[in-house]
């Protein structure tokens, strides 16, 4: 067990040195050049149902990305479009069509604050009860040379 503990501690240590290449972050956060802890990816769901009625337009969806989003992660994200099935408060089933953005960046109190910027501007200028973020812990490596 004893050398169990040590050689999980000596992975640990040394996966923490791995270089890796630069990711892209928010205006302003410089990513670390090294895998560690704390990169994370982050994914935001967007419904794109609005609530009484109507639906958020690919004009109006790439008027927030290009506005709203990419300001704030100017360096690189992804976006793919999902069939999404939501339980709202009322407790209907809501299906309807989702937005997914992914960024991957150094975990910080700033890009907290920008993805929660983003969520709550969504959630107001489409009547929206909720965004979805789901964050996961990554290793990365850019495979550019």
């Known amino acids: 067990m004893r050398s169990l503990t040590l050689l999980a501690t000596t992975a640990l240590t040394l996966a923490a040195c791995v270089p890796v290449a630069v990711a892209p972050g928010p205006a302003g956060v410089r990513m670390a050049a090294l895998v560690s802890a704390d990169t994370v990816a982050d994914r935001l769901f967007f419904g794109r149902s609005i609530p009484g009625g109507g639906m958020v337009s690919d004009d109006e969806w790439a008027a927030f990305l290009r506005d709203v989003v990419t300001p704030r992660f100017p360096d690189g994200l992804s976006v793919w479009h999902a069939d999404g099935q939501w339980l709202e408060a009322s407790g209907t089933l809501e299906r309807e069509p989702t937005v997914v953005v992914e960024v991957v960046?150094?975990?910080?109190?700033?890009?907290?604050?920008?993805?929660?910027?983003?969520?709550?501007?969504?959630?107001?200028?489409?009547?929206?009860?909720?965004?979805?973020?789901?964050?996961?812990?990554?290793r990365m490596r850019f495979y550019d040379e």
């Open 105 to 138: 960046h150094p975990a910080s109190e700033q890009v907290d604050a920008a993805l929660q910027q983003i969520a709550d501007e969504y959630k107001r200028r489409f009547r929206q009860e909720a965004v979805l973020r789901v964050t996961t812990p990554v």
